[in-house]
């Protein structure tokens, strides 16, 4: 007699399925394809990729890579890296905390993405194929053949849902098609990186000072682009490239770090943010640094409003346009019919105040509302602002506003005898009138910052997160949601009339058509409301980063011309659709979006 010790198959029970890949290739050789492309890659940007400098970055030179031969050899050392450490070499195994295979495929996809932008642009500009020197076509097929190897490496599939036979043909592809995404979501997911260990503490500084002058680099990279095809390239390069650092593990464990040093983390980066005007060779760029600071500091005040208390308001530009007309009526303007002229420091505290009261005045009696009721009432205070200071030219009202020419000709500011309008040798380097200004809004930023940091982390942070989450339950608790609520908007109308103080002596004109709910050029209310979105609600460095990018990004996509607001709302679905927590996002709110995220041991007063 014997003893049957294997339990029988089931029909229809699925084996285990064996790890392929989305290509049939043999693993080895996709590995060598992959990696071996990248080198190619590599060597292809010492290439000429056209015969005429015709193409903008003259990629005519052998032996030096020029504009966007720069941003293909950055993707296939990277890629060419993330393929040597998928063969466990001893040194690179650092690189893939998370493992390699899905890092290598954003790598290989971000090579091949703007490689072929590049030879398509040159074709498409130039006439044809014909203008590709040997060097365009290698790195087309070597980015290519890069791309299929990284396609062709191994992952594990998600099991199909089962089909019913009754099921119309509809359904039945509707669940094929599901099927195959979440097989492609899956060839790009990535495993839990390492933890870090404790490292001896100057080593951790010495990598949060690394990873700090590496933003600070892309970042005067990419506000330095000169064409409008490098500008793109740069965009793909540094999207692919994060999302490769990402699923590698690298970006977690670099956050890890930082959070054991926030302190020295939010003074750094200050600091290199401080270097920007010392990398400049000219005011050009500096410029568009001082608005961006202007704008990421009224959205940071936002966030307190919108990220920690969860109150929608759609007229915050209005609080940056009272404490820029305030601060414009006191600073010397001919223009203001009070023929004063203030010191920096009460004009500035002249700004912050009127904004304070303005947003006291609204918020008493319209914070009683919630939701979309909140929401329309702001927006309507917003226009009324608009109108108001529109009217106010002596015709239509009292004389106080100039109307809709504004007020103009605001000197510039002298604070301690430094005159900010002048330009002056730093260290040998000249310092010119925007980035005196810069320097002096990034100190305000750092203000904001601050209060933005002790005011989430004290007693009255936890209320404006308690009535966030669920206000009926908080006012059951004792909290007094009223008093709460129009704190956090009077805190947030302030920080908005300080950054507005300096937005007067920077533009020199203050004029109501500057603060509109929409338009193409922020900062507007719903540009702001954007940043503090995309960035990441309740966070420092989300609104800050998302700023940076509302503001960037149309300042180069002008070439567009009326599609470009197209492409840019086309860019927030995208995002919004695979990235709804924010590009910053606590780990609360990951929590909410992505339930199969690993919930934190602890979390901060902000989810943090």
Known sequence: MTTQTT????????????????????TPIGRALATGGGILTVISTFMSWTWTAKFPGDLTVYGYPGGLQVLVLIGGALTTLLGLAGYGIKGLRHLVPAGGDAALRFAALGSFATAWYTVIAISDELGGLVNLDPGGFLVAIATLAALIGALALPFQHPEPDPIDPDDEAWEKFRNKAAHKRDTIKAAFAAGSPRPVGKLPAYVEILIIAGVLALSLLVFTYGIGTEYDELFIGFLITAGFGFAALNKAGLVAQATQITARHQNITVCGAFVAAALFPFTQTDDQYATLGVYILIFATVALGLNIVVGLAGLLDLGYVAFLGVGAYAAALVSGSPSSPFNVHFPFWAAVLVGALASLVFGVV????TLRLRGDYLAIVTLGFGEIFRITANNLDGTSGPSLTNGSNGISSIPNLKILGWDLGAPHDILGFTIGRFANYF???????????????RSGDSRIGRAWVAIREDETAALAMGINGFKVKLIAFAVGASLAGLAGTVQAHVTYTVTPEQYQFAGPIPPNSAFLLAAVVLGGMGTIGGPLIGASLLYLIPNKLQFLGDYQLFAF???LILLMRFRPEGLVANRRRQLEFHEEAEAPTVLSTTGA
């Open 362 to 365: 609204i918020g008493a009696p």
């Open 7 to 26: 339990a029988p198959e089931t029909p229809g029970t699925p084996a285990a399925s064996t790890p392929t890949g989305l290509i049939g290739i043999p």
């Open 439 to 453: 320097l002096l809004m990034l100190i305000i930023t750092a203000v904001v910052v601050l209060v933005f940091r």
């Open 569 to 571: 709302g086309l860019a």
